[in-house]
């Protein structure tokens, strides 16, 4: 009898390997999407949580709404007081014309900045610390979506209309906030009609030029206008919270859309009727209403 050990031929062992390849080729893109789910379960309970913490602040505070621009590096020369525009973390009041500084809700946290205050994991925890939501949410895990970069802390901003970067909304064109149309523009959560409908909080990534949003996620009120670049972490979308703190993930129909967020281009108008659509529901998610 022939006792002599056979090892496996060159054919066997290629076919073998085929078989796995073939096998990785099928499960890989089921398991990348059960990671996307769990990626967008946890940013959605993050979105929640700061959308609550909102919430809390303006229950606190006469229904004030908080600052929803990130304000500046904690370390800039006079900060709050360093942009007195209406957009800015200043406010002027119309009637009186007086200045008044509002608290951000978080200082801007960009690690890519060259200002050396913000250029570590340290100094941005310390700013999101420094924002008036700290107190209502105190832990930094909330303010960073897990797809993010290793290295940002912060990954969410508010969207420019509840109290945000007022300036995309300009009326007869002179740069005007909202002043004859509150429930555009919102300083009150009183104001806020349909809050189930209103967009709060939104996850910012892209694949090029991953940074955060120093103001608010502005988007144009009057002309169908992407004015940041279209967020697009979550497959091909966002995830986003509303003002009665639910959340929900959004998926682009528009093919441009998703093409013009790889490239983080901004201040662009869809030419497509999907990327048309896409344009139009943001903006009344963000707005309540577009003209």
């Not at 022939?2 to 076919?15: A, H, M, P, S, Y």
């Not at 621009?69 to 360093?82: H, R, T």
């Not at 064109?173 to 189930?196: A, C, D």
Request: glycine share 10%; charged share 25%.
């Amino acid at each position: 009898m022939d006792t002599q050990k056979r090892g496996f031929t060159l054919v066997e062992l290629l076919v073998v390997i085929s078989i796995i390849a073939l096998l990785m080729a099928l499960l890989m893109p089921a398991l990348e999407r059960a990671r996307e789910l769990g990626r967008r379960t946890v940013c959605g309970g993050n979105l929640k949580d700061l959308a609550l913490a909102w919430m809390m602040y303006a229950d606190g505070n006469d229904g004030k709404l908080v600052n929803g621009e990130a304000g500046p590096a904690i370390g800039d020369p006079d900060p709050l007081l360093s942009d007195t525009g209406p957009g800015g973390r200043c406010r002027v009041d119309p009637t009186t014309g007086k200045v008044y500084v509002e608290e951000p809700w978080v200082r801007r946290t960009e690690p890519e900045n060259t200002n050396p205050n913000i250029s570590n994991s340290y100094a941005q925890e310390v700013a999101i610390r420094a924002g008036a939501l700290w107190p209502y949410s105190k832990n930094t895990k909330v303010y960073r979506c897990p797809g993010g970069k290793a290295n940002h802390l912060r990954t969410y901003s508010i969207v420019c209309s509840l109290n945000g970067d007022g300036g995309r909304y300009n009326g007869n064109g002179t740069g005007g906030v909202g002043i004859s149309q509150p429930m555009l523009w919102v300083k009150n959560k009183s104001l806020v009609r349909r809050p189930n409908e209103r967009i709060v909080f939104i996850c910012e990534g892209r694949t090029v030029d991953e940074t955060n949003n120093y103001r608010s996620f502005k988007i144009d009120y009057y002309t169908r206008t992407w004015i940041d670049p279209v967020p697009i972490r979550h497959s091909g979308g966002t995830t986003v919270a509303y003002a009665d703190s639910h959340t929900d993930h959004i998926k682009w129909q528009g093919k441009e859309t998703i093409e013009q967020g790889e490239i983080s281009k901004i201040n662009w108008p869809p030419t497509t009727p999907e990327g048309a659509a896409d344009c139009d529901n943001m903006r009344k998610a963000i707005w309540g209403k577009i003209p």
